[in-house]
Protein backbone atom coordinates (compact mmCIF):
# COMPACT_ATOMS: atom_id res chain seq x y z
CA UNK A 1 0.00 0.00 0.00
CA UNK A 2 2.97 2.62 0.59
CA UNK A 3 4.08 2.01 -2.89
CA UNK A 4 0.74 3.47 -4.05
CA UNK A 5 0.95 6.73 -1.91
CA UNK A 6 4.59 7.47 -2.57
CA UNK A 7 3.31 7.15 -6.49
CA UNK A 8 0.49 9.39 -5.53
CA UNK A 9 2.89 11.79 -3.69
CA UNK A 10 5.53 12.22 -6.75
CA UNK A 11 2.57 12.70 -9.25
CA UNK A 12 1.15 15.35 -6.59
CA UNK A 13 4.42 17.12 -6.47
CA UNK A 14 4.71 17.34 -10.40
CA UNK A 15 1.44 18.56 -10.54
CA UNK A 16 2.34 21.38 -8.21
CA UNK A 17 4.83 22.70 -10.31
CA UNK A 18 3.59 22.66 -12.68
CA UNK A 19 0.62 24.47 -11.06
CA UNK A 20 3.08 27.01 -10.27
CA UNK A 21 4.62 27.24 -13.83
CA UNK A 22 7.52 26.25 -13.14
CA UNK A 23 7.42 23.54 -15.68
CA UNK A 24 5.89 24.09 -18.97
CA UNK A 25 2.48 21.40 -19.32
CA UNK A 26 3.52 20.69 -23.40
CA UNK A 27 6.70 19.16 -22.90
CA UNK A 28 5.40 17.69 -19.05
CA UNK A 29 2.10 15.90 -19.83
CA UNK A 30 3.22 12.67 -22.09
CA UNK A 31 6.06 11.70 -19.41
CA UNK A 32 3.90 12.05 -16.75
CA UNK A 33 1.19 9.80 -17.89
CA UNK A 34 3.95 7.21 -18.60
CA UNK A 35 5.59 7.62 -15.32
CA UNK A 36 1.93 7.48 -13.38
CA UNK A 37 1.12 4.36 -15.91
CA UNK A 38 4.66 2.58 -15.41
CA UNK A 39 4.76 3.67 -11.62
CA UNK A 40 1.24 1.61 -10.96
CA UNK A 41 2.21 -0.75 -13.15
CA UNK A 42 5.01 -1.94 -11.78
CA UNK A 43 3.62 -2.73 -8.33
CA UNK A 44 1.80 -5.62 -10.18
CA UNK A 45 3.89 -8.85 -9.76
CA UNK A 46 1.81 -9.93 -12.73
CA UNK A 47 2.93 -7.08 -15.41
CA UNK A 48 5.86 -7.79 -14.28
CA UNK A 49 6.15 -11.36 -14.96
CA UNK A 50 4.42 -11.03 -17.70
CA UNK A 51 6.92 -7.86 -19.31
CA UNK A 52 10.17 -9.70 -18.45
CA UNK A 53 9.72 -12.47 -20.69
CA UNK A 54 7.87 -10.36 -23.56
CA UNK A 55 11.33 -8.15 -23.45
CA UNK A 56 13.23 -11.25 -23.77
CA UNK A 57 14.65 -10.90 -20.20
CA UNK A 58 15.02 -13.35 -17.54
CA UNK A 59 14.90 -11.83 -14.69
CA UNK A 60 11.60 -10.07 -14.90
CA UNK A 61 12.58 -6.95 -12.57
CA UNK A 62 14.96 -5.77 -14.82
CA UNK A 63 12.16 -4.92 -17.58
CA UNK A 64 11.10 -2.12 -15.03
CA UNK A 65 14.18 -1.03 -15.04
CA UNK A 66 14.73 -0.44 -18.74
CA UNK A 67 11.42 0.82 -18.99
CA UNK A 68 12.56 3.77 -16.29
CA UNK A 69 15.85 4.33 -18.47
CA UNK A 70 13.33 4.57 -22.01
CA UNK A 71 11.36 7.18 -20.47
CA UNK A 72 14.82 9.35 -18.78
CA UNK A 73 16.20 8.91 -21.98
CA UNK A 74 12.80 10.51 -23.62
CA UNK A 75 12.62 13.29 -21.27
CA UNK A 76 16.86 13.99 -22.03
CA UNK A 77 15.86 14.19 -25.79
CA UNK A 78 12.49 15.92 -24.96
CA UNK A 79 14.10 18.57 -23.34
CA UNK A 80 17.21 18.78 -25.05
CA UNK A 81 15.25 19.49 -28.00
CA UNK A 82 13.57 22.48 -26.32
CA UNK A 83 16.93 23.77 -25.18
CA UNK A 84 18.25 23.72 -28.82
CA UNK A 85 14.98 25.53 -30.02
CA UNK A 86 15.28 27.76 -27.33
CA UNK A 87 18.91 28.87 -28.13
CA UNK A 88 18.57 29.22 -31.71
CA UNK A 89 16.07 31.91 -30.82
CA UNK A 90 17.94 33.65 -28.80
CA UNK A 91 21.08 33.93 -30.97
CA UNK A 92 18.33 35.09 -33.96
CA UNK A 93 17.39 37.51 -31.48
CA UNK A 94 20.92 38.88 -30.65
CA UNK A 95 21.42 39.10 -34.39
CA UNK A 96 18.27 41.19 -34.98
CA UNK A 97 19.44 43.35 -31.80
CA UNK A 98 22.90 43.45 -33.05
CA UNK A 99 21.39 44.29 -36.93
CA UNK A 100 19.21 47.44 -34.86
CA UNK A 101 22.38 49.06 -33.07
CA UNK A 102 24.32 49.05 -36.20
CA UNK A 103 21.57 50.40 -37.89
CA UNK A 104 21.45 53.30 -34.93
CA UNK A 105 25.09 53.99 -35.10
CA UNK A 106 24.80 54.34 -38.58
CA UNK A 107 22.52 56.90 -38.53
CA UNK A 108 23.90 59.30 -36.27
Partial sequence: MIH??????????????VRAKLIQVDLFFPWFIGVVVLGFASTSPG????????????????AIVFLVIFLLVGILVTLTISLTRI???????????AALELGLQEDR
Fill in 87 to 97: RARQAAMVQHM
Fill in 4 to 17: FLIIASLAAALLAL
Fill in 47 to 62: FVNWLGPRLGIKYPPI
